[in-house]
Nanobody, 130 residues
């Protein structure tokens, strides 16, 4: 079973950029559709971005569209979230998530709900100061 570990979080100023990484251990990373979520204390975990198994389909929450970019490198068992023009409201713990997909489908499906994912990393803190 795939295990996920996030990295790349930190404290930055508004307008700065960060690149989050999600490294997967285990087998068959290429069979997983992936996503990024974030959570602040007292609030539900919210969707940030999703990426299909084949890497060709992406989807972004409205708050991140145009500023964030999701990608994956199956050869490295890794997924990334490039975050530009960060805002204080982007402050949160960021989680990567994975769900296994049917190897016989097109590979182009993505998922935006917390309940769609079965595997989660431990999270990485992103803090954006004003």
């Amino acid at each position: 079973q795939v295990q996920l570990v996030e990295s790349g979080g930190g404290l930055v100023q508004a307008g700065d950029s960060l690149r989050l990484s999600c490294r997967a251990s285990g087998r068959a990373f290429s069979l997983y559709a992936m996503g990024w979520f974030r959570q602040v204390p007292g609030k539900e975990r919210e969707f940030v971005s999703a990426l299909s198994r084949n890497g060709e389909t992406t989807y972004y929450a409205g708050s991140s569209n145009g500023r964030f970019s999701i990608s994956r490198d199956n050869a490295r068992n890794a997924m990334y979230l490039q975050m530009n023009a960060l805002k204080p409201e982007d402050t949160a713990v960021y989680y990567c998530a994975a769900r296994v997909t049917d190897p016989f489908d097109s590979g182009s499906f993505y998922y935006t709900s917390v309940k769609d994912y079965t595997l989660w990393g431990q999270g990485t803190q992103v803090t954006v100061s004003s």
